[in-house]
């Protein structure tokens, strides 16, 4: 029991290329409208959209018809829409409504219910929600609110229908979670169009026209540098944007693309030099490497064309249907592809290997010659776990092994720079990457150094955002910049790259400074002392991951631990709005990389440590 709250923030969902099948998962038709929550309090009925904005005199109907539930007091979640004759959602149309201050004929498609009455639902399950919410609804007769039909079979089937109905797509729900005040990978949307940057390569007029433009020809380059035709797109710009576009193309007088497309009747094509970058949504990619149904969105200037490649689909999400005992991530076997490796999401062994491969390209700079330290499974999570930084007697093909003069005294340090090399990790069974804090071939001088704000369990997230965030200020004020991730557990890293100019030493010994020096100044949130006893209440600064030898999760490495979270690298304004250091996995985080692939990259810098900054924070 409690009291109605005055804001509830919605849940939103992530995107994944595909939706996952399984008991827990159930769907819902994605709307093409306005998401708005609802509260009822004793008949005032209050309307915001999922910014927090108060948008109930733009909607009176739909108020007044909220005012006439059998409630005192409710907090509802649901997506307003206009329904075209054929009762599909319209964009156009509602946007039209509100323009025109026309919003009688809306409808509020409900879907979710966080309050109710005196007791706050959001920490139920799903699944006990909608059967609140449906039994709310069953008594009302108005066509303004609707419940939003929930299916739990025939996914892919669904997913095809919306798609030709011209919906957006579908949004999943795991059924057994509460509800989340920020994204969620608990929720996940799967949509029907993709969309990407093109180059235009050249374009096509009518037989026997001087001028104008029917279509372009797009194209993306290849990882080899190769310039590949990727299909046509009807140029349908307004008059200004065809005006631009027009004035910087420059003809070519032979085809850009190393495979041209054929003339065809009825149509001259013309050869433009590759430089010019629009955005195109379409449907899906061909067997032959082109695009169908594209949709010319907009001229692109913040993106150079050499850049543009094919966004390749991320990786499938997990389901409960267990695969064969092998199966291929592009070309190589993956052997005992069906083992369970977390039982609590029945992901398996090849859910893994396809999550390293889709990941790849935004993995490996992170440990391009790093030693590496694995942390495999092969019994799965639940089993023993084996911790690995030389090859110990296996035969591996395309992870390297590092001279042994680099590191005298032990065995040939392992290192991964390709993806075959990462893959080949991924079928030994490995489920964690950890990295040191230097590259070949210098190891004795560290790039970066790393703070583990290592929480104690029972302290809310919003507390590890303040100590994030204050360490961060510290950083900026000491001039030194500063990345984080989340660690896939509790906490988060917070990684300062450096010059490779100072010693193991030196490193180790400043980032304890820092630790020591945020204990000082506010020891009731910071502790610099290892234990759990020394970080009741507080987050232990672990500066420990500093010296030579020490290893540390790579941004994008999965975690053994259930549901397989993944250390995320996100950017400083980002943080505050996650719900906590494990919000994406194996499952999630691939569409992450591919969508936010900017924010991975580590910031190239040459800051050092100097003595002013040593006596900053020097605790003795």
């Known amino acids: 029991m409690g009291g109605l709250p005055d804001i509830i923030r919605p849940q939103l969902a992530t995107l994944v290329d595909r939706p996952p099948i399984g008991p827990n ?27 927090g904005h108060d948008w109930t005199d733009r909607m009176p109907a739909l108020a007044a018809a909220f005012a006439g539930l059998p409630v005192s007091q409710a907090w509802i979640d649901g997506e307003v829409v206009v329904l075209n004759k054929a009762d599909i959602p319209d964009f156009s149309a509602l946007q039209n409504a509100f323009a025109r201050r026309r919003t009688a004929g809306l409808t509020f498609f409900a879907f979710d219910m966080m309050f109710l009455d005196g007791r706050d639902l959001r920490q139920l399950r799903l699944s006990d929600r909608q059967a609140e919410l449906k039994h709310l609804l069953s008594s009302v007769d108005d066509a303004h609110i609707r419940l939003s039909n929930t299916f739990t079979e025939g996914v892919e089937s669904l997913l095809d229908s919306a798609c030709r109905m011209g919906l957006e797509g579908l949004i999943g729900k795991r059924v057994d979670r509460p509800y989340t005040e920020c994204r969620s990978p608990d929720w996940i949307k799967a949509k029907c169009l993709q969309r990407q940057e093109f180059v235009v390569g050249g374009i096509s007029r009518s037989t026997g026209a001087a001028a104008g433009i ?89 993106k150079d064309a050499s850049e543009v490649q094919e966004e390749k689909p991320v990786a499938a999400p997990a389901s409960t249907n267990r695969r064969g005992e092998s199966s291929s991530v592009r070309g190589p076997t993956i052997t005992n592809a069906s083992r369970v490796v977390d039982p609590s999401t029945g992901l398996t062994k090849a859910d893994v290997v396809r999550y390293f491969d889709a990941v790849a390209d935004y993995l490996l700079p992170h440990i391009k010659d790093r030693p590496l330290m694995i942390v495999r499974a092969p019994d799965g999570i639940k089993g023993e776990m084996f911790y690995q930084k030389h090859a110990e007697g296996q035969r591996l093909k395309a992870v390297t092994q590092l001279p042994p003069s680099m590191h005298p005294g032990h065995a040939p340090l392992l290192v991964a720079n390709t993806r075959e090399a990462l893959l080949e990790l991924a079928q030994l069974n490995t489920i964690e990457i950890h990295a040191w804090n230097a590259t070949a071939p210098d190891l004795d001088h560290p790039d970066r150094f790393i703070l583990d704000l290592d929480p104690d369990p029972q302290l809310d997230w919003s507390v590890m955002v303040e100590a994030a965030t204050l360490t961060r200020v510290v950083l900026d004020e000491l001039g030194l910049k500063s990345f984080c991730k989340t660690s896939g557990g509790k906490g988060v890293h917070i990684v300062v790259p450096l010059a490779p100019i100072h010693t193991w030493r030196e490193v180790k010994e400043f980032s304890r400074a820092i630790a020591r020096h945020l204990a000082r100044v506010i020891p009731q949130r910071f502790s610099a002392v ?78 050092g440590i100097t003595e002013r900054m040593r006596r900053a924070v020097r605790t003795d």
């Open 25 to 51: 998962w159930s769907y819902e038709i994605k709307f093409d409208g306005y998401r708005m929550l609802c509260r009822v309090d004793n008949g005032a009925v209050t309307l915001f959209t999922r910014n």
């Open 214 to 302: 029917r279509s372009l020809l797009l194209g993306v380059y290849e990882r080899d540098g190769e310039f590949r035709y990727a299909g046509s797109v009807k140029a349908t710009l307004r008059p200004a944007q065809m005006r631009d576009l027009q004035e910087r193309l420059e003809p070519l007088g032979e085809p850009p693309f190393f495979n041209p497309p054929e003339p065809e009747r009825g149509r001259n094509l013309h050869w433009m030099r590759p430089q010019v970058v629009v955005e195109i949504s379409f449907l899906e990619w061909t067997s032959s490497g082109e695009i169908r149904h594209g949709v010319l969105k907009a001229l692109r200037e913040d």
């Open 530 to 607: 290892s234990g759990p006893r020394n970080r009741i209440g507080k987050i232990f600064v672990d500066y420990l991951r500093n010296g030579k030898g020490a290893t540390t999760a790579i941004a994008l490495s999965p975690r053994a631990r259930p549901g397989l979270p993944v250390s995320m690298p996100i950017r400083w304004k980002e943080l505050p709005e996650l719900g906590g250091a494990a919000d994406w996995n194996v499952m999630t985080s691939a569409a992450r990389a591919q969508l936010q692939s900017e924010a991975y990259a580590e910031p190239a810098t040459e800051q």
